[in-house]
């Protein structure tokens, strides 16, 4: 089984950045994609970007495009979310996974954007 742990949230300002990481452990080999999803309140999961692990071919959902970025580190199998030009919407749980959803889910970090 693979385990995965979120960090790098936090509370910050309409038009401010953040980096989160998604750290993987166990069963890691053969894993060929891994995606961020986030969960705002009484709101379903939803999905926000994924990253081909073989060539670090990425996809971004419309709403985040063009302001959220995806990167690796793959040593250490983590993998980033870098978020910039953050929006009030954006406010959510987030959390990593296998873009089907396969792994066990983590905690989650949470991102507050707020004045």
């Known amino acids: 089984q693979v385990q995965l742990v979120e960090s790098g949230g936090g509370l910050v300002q309409p038009g401010g950045s953040l980096t989160l990481s998604c750290a993987a452990s166990?069963?890691?080999?053969?894993?060929?994609?891994m995606a961020w999803f986030r969960q705002a309140p009484e709101k379903e999961r939803e999905f926000v970007a994924a990253?081909?692990?073989?060539?670090?071919?990425?996809y971004y959902n419309n709403p985040v495009k063009g302001r959220f970025v995806l990167s690796r580190d793959n040593p250490k199998n983590t993998m980033y979310l870098q978020m910039i030009s953050l929006k009030p919407e954006d406010t959510a749980l987030y959390f990593c996974?296998?873009?089907?959803?396969?792994?066990?889910w983590g905690q989650g970090t949470q991102v507050t954007v707020s004045s």
């Open positions: 996974n296998h873009p089907e959803g396969l792994f066990l």
């Open positions: 166990g069963r890691t080999s053969g894993n060929y994609a």
């Open positions: 990253m081909r692990w073989s060539d670090g071919a990425t």
